[in-house]
């Protein structure tokens, strides 16, 4: 069992920056990659990014890539998104999740989310 715990979101400007943070614990966190998701108002949860066990393997989603890096450090069993030039569009509730893939049926554990608002 893993418990992941978000945090790091807040309103921001477009063009801004925000780092977020998950951090796990209760389980062997450098066993699983991991991901990050987002759930804007009326829409379905969506990848934003995964990285593998070994930190060795990212992967983007096409709205975020160039724009946003996820990284990780297994000491202290903490993985984080940048995320930089903000955009509107990019207001969700952004979730961290163990598991690797781009569905959100590839991961097992989920943290509550943080919400990121961008304004205009």
């Known amino acids: 069992q893993v418990q992941l715990v978000e945090s790091g979101g807040g309103l921001v400007q477009a063009g801004g920056s925000l780092r977020l943070s998950c951090a796990a614990s209760?389980?062997?966190?450098?066993?699983?990659?991991m991901g990050w998701f987002r759930q804007a108002p009326g829409k379905e949860r969506e990848f934003v990014a995964a990285i593998s066990w070994s930190g060795g393997s990212t992967n983007y989603a096409d709205s975020v890539k160039g724009r946003v890096t996820i990284s990780r450090d297994n000491a202290k069993k903490t993985v984080y998104l940048q995320m930089n030039s903000l955009k509107p569009e990019d207001t969700a509730v952004y979730y961290c999740?163990?598991?690797?893939?781009?569905?959100?049926?590839?991961?097992?554990?989920w943290g509550q989310g943080t919400q990121v608002t961008v304004s205009s």
């Open positions: 999740a163990a598991g690797w893939g781009t569905a959100r049926s590839q991961y097992a554990y």
């Open positions: 209760g389980g062997a966190f450098r066993n699983y990659g």
